[in-house]
């Protein structure tokens, strides 16, 4: 494989890391305010409903990881080069945490909204456990597999799982609302109240910053990893 030119691959000795850590630091803070201590409790839900800030925040940055994913796995496909490998291992493993997250604080969501915790009537539901066992099957494989064949495979596995995500997002479509627990609250226009419009968008913002955040730090990690395995062969 053709080796990353990258003159720094520390990622603790960036200026611009810097400047991005106290940024997205400033922007969690700053949306944990919003959301404990600015909107209000919701009618019906009451303190619970602050769970979806994070909920959906996270369904966002596991997206996002996805993307990212889908970009390191083509360009390693195409290129065979090391950083792109990386890049895709990064952002499998941000997804699986993110995506664990969007389960759990579903689930919670659920058991209180819906005395449910998990449906498998529930397209919205299925679909983003699938994508949780992709995530998985993606770090399993990097882990398990041989270490030359582990990246082709999981480029491919990659984009399998990046192609879910329209079908999670898309997934509400497949039944009419009365048929199906999970809301459509953003299109259906459930935020009306300013305060949690600003809450929501805010917060949805820091929770995907920092999932980039964390796969831009995991891609660099991984490429020192690469490094000293070869200064030790």
Not at 97 to 117: E, Y
Not at 140 to 156: G, N, S
Request: charged share 10%.
């Amino acid at each position: 494989m053709s080796q990353p030119s990258i003159p720094n691959t520390n990622p603790f000795k960036s200026e611009l890391f810097t400047v991005a850590t106290v940024l997205v630091a400033a922007w969690i803070t700053y949306a944990m305010h919003l959301v404990f201590t600015v909107v209000p409790n919701e009618v019906t839900m009451g303190a619970v409903q602050r769970i979806f800030y994070f909920h959906v925040g996270s369904a966002f940055a596991t997206y996002a990881a996805a993307f990212c994913m889908l970009i390191g796995s083509l360009g390693f496909l195409a290129l065979k080069q090391n950083h792109l490998d990386s890049l895709q291992l990064a952002a499998a493993e941000v997804g699986l945490l993110f995506c664990s997250l969007v389960l759990i604080t579903g689930m919670i969501w659920g058991q209180f909204a819906w005395n449910l915790a998990f449906s498998f009537r529930e397209p919205r539901l299925v679909s983003t456990l699938v994508l949780w066992l992709l995530f998985v099957a993606l770090v399993a494989l990097r882990k398990f597999a041989d270490r030359e064949q582990a990246p082709a495979f999981c480029a491919v596995l990659g984009i399998l799982g990046a192609i879910m995500v329209p079908v999670v997002v898309f997934s509400v479509k497949l039944l009419s609302p009365i048929a199906q627990l999970h809301p459509v609250v953003v299109e259906h226009g459930g935020l009306r109240e300013a305060t949690f419009r600003t809450t929501f968008w805010v917060a949805n913002g820091a929770v995907v910053s920092m999932g980039l955040l964390f796969i831009w730090i995991r891609h660099r990690i991984a490429l020192l990893e690469i490094r000293s395995n070869e200064q030790n062969i």
